[in-house]
Structures are given as C-alpha cells and as structure tokens.
C-alpha cells in the first residue's frame, strides 16, 4: 500500500512526503528473547522508519504462564524508554490489539517474561520527502488530462414566438 500524504504545517517545510506501508512480524520465544527494528539503514538519508504494531499473541504450544511483552524505543525528549505493552496468558487474554500504536525507528521488543512463543505484527511505515519538481510534473499532467476533455456547452433557450 502506498498513497502521498501533505506534510505537517508543524513542520515549517514547504513540499509533500509520500508513505509505503509493509506488512512486519516477529516471533519471541526464550530461544530468540528480543527483536531490534532498525529500518533500513543502507538506504537514503531523507527516509524515516516507523514500526505501527497492531497484534500481539501467543503462539502454538505457548504454556500457562504470564509473557510480558515489552517495547524500548525513544520518547519525545530522545531518551531510551521500556514500557510493557501486553501480558498474556493462554487461558485468559492469549492476544492484545494495540491499534495502531506507532513507533520511531530503532525499537526493541523484548520478551520480559515468559517462554513464548509470542507474535507480533504490524507495519514497516516508510516515510520519504517528495521533490516539488515531481509534484509539480504529477500536477501539469493531470491538468492537461483535464484539458483534453471536450468542452461543455450550455443548453440553448427556445424563445417563444
């Protein structure tokens, strides 16, 4: 899924920033206790990562037992935080919805307590700055889209006589 979107007037910068949407999953278990999402940091400098977790549930064979999951990334002032995000447990509350809880690249989810196995899924949101000039292409061919169609004209009065 992929749509533009206007830049926020917050920012103070004038253009357009356009977002691609990617499924994203994760397994936690006491094998493999913590999953870092970074984006992808071989690509370009103007792209932003974002981790929208939606679910988080117990997997196939998870025992009766509490499994705290929990997630550490950066908060508004740019300090490391670690809040819990879901306890379950098979008999009572064996997966959570976090709607659409969103977060900046890098974040860490992290198996707290438990054995697992726990997934989490989401989206991989990547967010790039559109140029103005490919705005303004997009722009000039939809206006001469609209200048091919014929003109209309209005409906002559019969005059009495």
Do not use: W
Request: hydrophobic share 35%; glycine share 6%; with cysteine.
């Amino acid at each position: 899924m992929s749509f533009q979107d206007d830049e926020s007037s917050d920012a103070g910068l004038s253009g357009q920033s356009r977002l691609e949407s990617f499924l994203f999953s994760c397994e936690l278990s006491s094998k493999v206790p913590f999953y870092t999402f970074q984006g992808d940091e071989e690509e370009e400098e103007d792209l932003e990562h974002f981790l929208e977790l939606r679910t988080v549930c117990l997997g196939n064979g998870a025992k009766e037992e509490s499994n705290v999951v929990e997630v550490t990334a950066m908060n508004h002032q740019g300090k490391t935080i670690s809040v819990p995000i879901a306890n379950l447990h098979i008999k009572c509350l064996p997966m959570v919805s976090l709607g659409e809880f969103e977060l900046k690249a890098p974040v860490t989810i992290r198996l707290k307590a438990g054995t697992g196995p726990v997934s989490v899924s989401g989206l991989h949101l990547i967010v790039s700055q559109v140029e103005n000039s490919d705005v303004s292409e997009d722009e000039d061919e939809e206006e001469e889209e609209e200048e091919e169609l014929p003109a209309i004209k209005p409906a002559k009065k019969k005059q009495k006589q």
